[in-house]
Nanobody
Framework: VQLQAYGGGLVQAGDSLRLSCAAS????????MGWFRQSPGKEREFVAT???????????DYADSVKGRFLISRDNAKNAVYLQMNSLKPEDTAVYYC?????????????????WGQGTLVTVSS
């Protein structure tokens, strides 16, 4: 699967922004999806994940730092995953990446994902 993330930009603290990740391939629905971010000088960190459990159950998880402010969703018909970011803070400034793989065990571990988008920069000014 090939991924392309977009939607980043420069916003002020308290603003909202929605990131999108477009995926290629006919089996998008079978992939677990994640959003990660990386700030200068820091390691890539987990932000959110949306994945399947069984045939119809969808599980979402968030990093504590974004819980209650960010919302991950997906539209399998459009081969897309989204990250709605609300109440943005300067510390949310980073390059955001979408990632995908199948049957991920440790969803917060970037090494578990084989497929990555190119990243989109989000800058939050104070």
């Amino acid at each position: 699967v090939q991924l392309q993330a977009y939607g980043g930009g420069l916003v002020q603290a308290g603003d909202s922004l929605r990131l999108s990740c477009a995926a290629s391939g006919r089996t998008f629905s079978s992939y677990d999806m994640g959003w990660f971010r990386q700030s200068p000088g820091k390691e890539r960190e987990f932000v959110a994940t949306i994945r399947r459990s069984g045939s119809s159950t969808v599980i979402v998880d968030y990093a504590d730092s974004v819980k209650g402010r960010f919302l991950i969703s997906r539209d399998n018909a459009k081969n897309a995953v989204y990250l709605q970011m609300n109440s943005l803070k300067p510390e949310d400034t980073a390059v955001y990446y979408c990632a995908a793989d199948q049957s991920i065990k440790s969803y917060f571990n970037a090494a578990e994902y084989r497929y990555w988008g190119q990243g989109t920069l989000v800058t939050v000014s104070s």
